[in-house]
């Protein structure tokens, strides 16, 4: 774990470092963060959890561009001393939105996420429709998407690659409180032919001082169909530091 700690540390320090030899115009354009959470405990109970985030994101005249990478491991040593992985994802996420005529716009997003304990290898999603920006103000947006999409997912247990078409909707609300807190949610279901994926991220974060911030994420998802020996739920509370640039 603390091998894992430094070498995302690093990559940190050499994302700052490019972002600051940037010129000021390719800055101005694109807005960023980065996000570290990381428990340990020792005594009665020996745990150690990492959770983190990199986001990306541009608003131009015609196009909107979002990337984002997450990582998330937990451990704890058992009654034999040997440290036992008890959670470990990683996802990647892309999308791009075409502004049209008004508020509507096109939307493409493509998913990657690699679950350890979800019974798949891993899972993509792919998905096209259209959007609306239904409000707009100085401290609140609130997006609607709809579109059709495929997903892709690799049984841990058979090595098989399933295919299925699916239908997704999206609604994502950012809301600024307050000049130093903001409050977001973002709810998806991509329902396939034979699965359908409900997912609800709530995050609420408040300014340290400067670009320092602290957030709070509670996570529920919910696969209407799993492997057998996996849970159908899943939920995540993380309390992370978030770097904006």
């Not at 990381?38 to 608003?59: F, H, I, P, R």
């Amino acid at each position: 774990m603390k091998k894992s700690v430094t070498l995302l540390a690093a990559a940190l320090l050499m994302a700052c470092n490019a972002y600051a030899e940037e010129d000021a115009d390719a800055k101005s354009l694109w807005k960023a963060s980065a996000e570290l959470g990381y428990v340990a405990t020792s005594g009665n109970s020996e745990t150690e959890s990492l959770n983190a985030k990199a986001m990306a994101s541009t608003d131009r005249q015609q196009w909107r561009h979002k990337g984002e990478v997450t990582a998330l491991r937990a451990s704890n040593t058992d009654d034999f001393g040997v440290d036992v992985i008890t959670a470990e994802k990683y996802t990647l996420m892309g999308q791009s939105d075409y502004k049209l005529e008004g508020k509507n716009f096109l939307f493409g997003v493509i998913n990657y996420e690699n679950d350890k304990f979800s019974g798949y290898d891993y899972r993509v999603t792919e998905a096209i429709g259209y959007g609306r920006r239904v409000v707009e103000d100085s401290d609140l947006i609130i997006d609607l998407e709809i579109g059709p999409g495929a997903r892709q997912s690799k049984v841990t247990l058979t090595g098989k690659t399933e295919s299925e078409q699916m239908l997704r909707a999206a609604a994502i609300l950012n809301w600024a409180v307050s000049k130093t807190s903001n409050f977001g949610e973002a709810l998806t279901v991509e329902a396939g032919e034979d699965v359908t994926v409900t997912k609800s991220v709530t995050s609420l974060s408040s300014q340290i001082n400067g670009s320092l911030s602290m957030k709070i994420t509670y996570t529920y998802k919910n696969t209407s169909e799993v492997p057998v020996g996996v849970e159908d739920t899943d939920t995540e509370t993380a309390v992370t530091l978030v770097y904006n640039f």
